[in-house]
C-alpha cells in the first residue's frame, strides 16, 4: 500500500504542481493583461527583460497564465527585434520546466500506454517523427500547453529535438502577438480580429501539414 503510494506520487507530483500554480494564480486572472504587465515592469531594459523572463517561467507553472499576455506585453516593453527575442527566450523557459517535470512521469506513461491501446496508438505517432510532432503542436498552438508540455517530457522526446521544433513551430505566433502587442486584449479592434485570423490560420495549416505527412507514410 505504501508503495503505491509512493507511485501515485511520484508520477502526480508534475500535475499537482501546475494545479497548485493554477489555484495560486486563478483569483488574479483578470488583471494579467499585457497591458497590466508592462505597466508594473522595471523601466530598465535588462531588469524589464529579466523581470518578462521569469513570468515566463511562472507561466509554466500555471495553466490559467496566458502566454499571449507576456508576449504582447514584450512588445509593449521593446522594440521589436528585441522584443522577439526576450519572447522567445522565456517562450524556452515555459517550455523547458514542465517538459522536465514530465521526465518523471515517463514510466508511468509507458505503463499507461500498456493499459490503453489508445494511448500507445498516440504515443506510436508522435514517436515516427518526434521532432514534426512538436513543430505541428506549437504551431497549432495546442492548449494548454503547460500540459503539452509534460506529455513531450513524459513521452522521452528528446530536448534538444522538443526545445528546437517547439521554438520553431511557435515562432509565427510569438511573432504575431509581439507586432499586435496590446491589440491582443482589445476585443472588436481590426487588429484583434487579424490576431484571431492569423491563429486560425497557423492551426489549420498545422493540420493539413500532419494529415500530407500521414499519407505519404501510408504511400
Known sequence: MEKHAFHVWRYGAPLL??????????????????????????????????????????????????????????????????????????????????????????EGLEALAERIPRVAGVCRAQAENPWLSVFLLRLAGASPGDVVSLYLGASGTPYGTYLSAGLLGGLPRIACATVLGGALWQPGSGRFWLSLAAGGALTALSGVIWLLWRRRRRA
Open 17 to 106: 504542481v501546475l494545479a497548485a500554480g493554477a489555484a495560486a494564480l486563478w483569483p488574479f486572472r483578470h488583471q494579467l493583461t499585457a497591458e497590466a504587465i508592462a505597466a508594473f515592469s522595471p523601466r530598465q531594459t535588462v531588469l524589464a527583460a529579466s523581470f518578462l523572463v521569469g513570468l515566463y517561467a511562472l507561466k509554466s507553472l500555471s495553466v490559467c497564465f496566458p502566454m499571449s499576455a507576456l508576449t504582447a506585453a514584450g512588445g509593449l516593453l521593446f522594440p521589436f527585434p528585441l522584443a522577439l527575442a526576450v519572447n522567445l527566450c522565456g517562450t524556452g523557459v515555459a517550455q523547458t520546466i514542465p517538459f522536465f517535470l514530465g521526465r518523471r512521469e515517463q
